[in-house]
């Protein structure tokens, strides 16, 4: 795979849905190709509103540094190497649930964020995700 597909992020939008039920928690799930532009928004019934943005950001936030959020996170704590970067390219989100999307080759095709549970469950769902890729 080049590119992300309709398809591909269909498909791993319904895995991380699934995932989500299966924890009991509501999640929105926002899907992002290489140039951090949205493919694919799904919010499960009764998601919380305030992470429909947390799920996007966190996406973008993982393609545009070709990273897991929480390790972009970890790195921007007070007196870290890029203390204060989430005030950056209109607001990136440092904390777990965004990861990249790899192809087959290596390349970062795009990224998934999920918001709507703890970070822990967060993360757990994303993982979902990319498994379905």
């Known amino acids: 795979m080049s590119a992300l597909t309709?398809?591909?992020?269909?498909?791993?939008?319904?895995?991380?849905?699934?995932?989500?039920?299966?924890?009991?928690?509501?999640?929105?799930?926002?899907?992002?190709?290489?140039?951090?532009?949205?493919?694919?928004?799904?919010?499960?019934?009764?998601?919380?509103l305030g992470s429909i943005d947390l799920a996007l950001k966190k996406a973008k936030t993982s393609v545009l540094f070709c990273m897991p959020s929480s390790v972009l996170g970890e790195m921007s704590q007070p007196g870290g190497p890029v203390y204060g970067i989430e005030w950056s390219n209109d607001g990136l989100v440092s904390f777990g649930g965004g990861l990249p999307l790899t192809a087959v080759d290596g390349s970062i095709v795009g990224a998934v964020g999920v918001s709507g549970g703890t970070a822990e469950q967060d993360v757990q769902i994303a993982q979902a995700c990319v498994q379905a890729l």
Do not use: C, P
């Not at 140039?35 to 919010?43: A, E, W």
């Open 6 to 48: 309709l398809e591909a992020a269909d498909r791993i939008a319904a895995a991380g849905r699934k995932a989500a039920a299966e924890n009991g928690t509501a999640m929105n799930i926002a899907i992002v190709d290489g140039g951090g532009h949205l493919v694919y928004f799904s919010r499960m019934d009764q998601a919380w």
